[in-house]
């Protein structure tokens, strides 16, 4: 199994995610400054993503990464690879975007003298609170509707990218880097418009359960959450994902390209 895939998804997330921190820090409204934790969670979950993606399309078309650019696989293969590397990484990325969704909707401000204490001090803290008062299930709560996102919106995300490099391409050729960017920006973009509606149910699943459990699933999340705030809950955050969303791709996908062009 070839790992290059993994090591450039590892590196090119960590890129993509020094690009991406602004925007984070704005969505946690300062609260989440540190670097250490984004940077082990998203590395990892690239990694995954990436290696499994461009192993199934190995496993499935029998090319390699460089051989992809003379035979283009179709976008039925493009797509199941997407997807396969979508919902793996969904169940590595569960506990630590638990985590930080945990740490998103912390009312109280950091530690101050005077201030109440907050009820998690850090990831670390939040995770070892998480184990002892959920259980290790805990860890994993959301991960259900986080793969519901996640299993399509990558196949999308790699539709969109090796379509327009296609597109893009003489035959033959590797994509150019801006062409590598801009496909790489609009797969960011495409994924996280589908991807929104199943991620604002995510979070609320994730927060379910911490003071007391309010939803009896996944599709009553839905309803009572339509029901209470409109069709436009399901827009929640899209303006913010999106414009994450194309800077933090383009920069990914350009390490990931160089990378693996530099090792091949
Ligand atoms: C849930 N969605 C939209 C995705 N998983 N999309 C593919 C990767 C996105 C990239 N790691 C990012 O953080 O933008």
């Given at each position: 199994?070839?790992?290059?895939?993994f090591?450039?998804?590892?590196?090119?997330g960590?890129?993509g995610?020094?690009?991406?921190?602004?925007?984070?820090?704005?969505?946690?409204?300062?609260?989440?400054k540190?670097?250490?934790f984004?940077?082990?969670?998203i590395?990892?979950?690239?990694?995954?993503l990436?290696?499994?993606?461009?192993?199934?399309?190995?496993?499935?078309t029998?090319?390699?990464?460089?051989?992809?650019?003379?035979?283009t696989?179709?976008?039925?293969?493009i797509f199941?690879?997407?997807?396969?590397?979508?919902?793996?990484?969904?169940?590595?990325?569960a506990?630590?975007?638990?985590?930080k969704?945990?740490?998103?909707?912390?009312?109280?401000?950091r530690a101050?003298?005077?201030?109440?204490?907050?009820?998690?001090?850090?990831?670390?803290?939040?995770?070892?609170?998480?184990?002892?008062?959920?259980?290790?299930?805990?860890l994993?709560?959301?991960?259900?509707?986080?793969?519901?996102?996640d299993?399509?919106?990558?196949?999308i995300?790699f539709?969109?990218?090796?379509g327009?490099?296609?597109?893009?391409?003489?035959e033959?050729?590797?994509?150019?880097?801006?062409t590598?960017l801009?496909?790489?920006?609009?797969?960011?973009?495409?994924?996280?418009?589908?991807?929104?509606p199943?991620?604002?149910?995510?979070?609320?699943m994730?927060?379910?359960?911490?003071?007391?459990k309010?939803y009896?699933?996944?599709l009553d999340?839905?309803?009572?959450?339509?029901?209470?705030?409109?069709?436009?809950?399901?827009?929640?955050g899209?303006?913010?994902?999106?414009?994450r969303?194309?800077?933090v791709?383009?920069?990914?996908?350009?390490s990931?390209e160089?990378?693996?062009?530099?090792?091949?």
């Amino acid at each position: 199994m070839p790992v290059e895939e993994f090591v450039a998804g590892w590196i090119s997330g960590a890129v993509g995610l020094v690009l991406g921190h602004p925007f984070d820090t704005v969505k946690l409204l300062g609260f989440f400054k540190g670097m250490s934790f984004p940077i082990a969670s998203i590395a990892v979950v690239n990694s995954v993503l990436f290696g499994v993606y461009s192993n199934t399309l190995l496993l499935l078309t029998a090319t390699s990464h460089q051989e992809r650019r003379l035979q283009t696989p179709s976008y039925m293969h493009i797509f199941l690879a997407g997807c396969t590397g979508g919902f793996l990484q969904a169940y590595c990325l569960a506990p630590f975007d638990l985590i930080k969704v945990r740490l998103q909707n912390q009312t109280e401000p950091r530690a101050q003298l005077g201030s109440p204490r907050p009820r998690y001090l850090g990831p670390m803290h939040c995770a070892a609170s998480i184990f002892r008062e959920e259980g290790p299930r805990g860890l994993f709560r959301g991960a259900w509707t986080l793969t519901l996102r996640d299993t399509p919106t990558v196949g999308i995300y790699f539709i969109t990218y090796e379509g327009l490099c296609h597109q893009y391409t003489p035959e033959g050729q590797n994509p150019s880097s801006a062409t590598v960017l801009v496909a790489g920006g609009f797969a960011g973009i495409a994924s996280w418009v589908a991807a929104t509606p199943l991620d604002v149910i995510k979070s609320r699943m994730q927060m379910d359960g911490l003071r007391r459990k309010v939803y009896r699933g996944v599709l009553d999340c839905m309803v009572s959450s339509v029901r209470q705030e409109g069709l436009g809950v399901f827009f929640r955050g899209l303006t913010i994902n999106s414009a994450r969303a194309f800077p933090v791709n383009a920069v990914t996908f350009l390490s990931y390209e160089y990378l693996l062009r530099w090792w091949g």
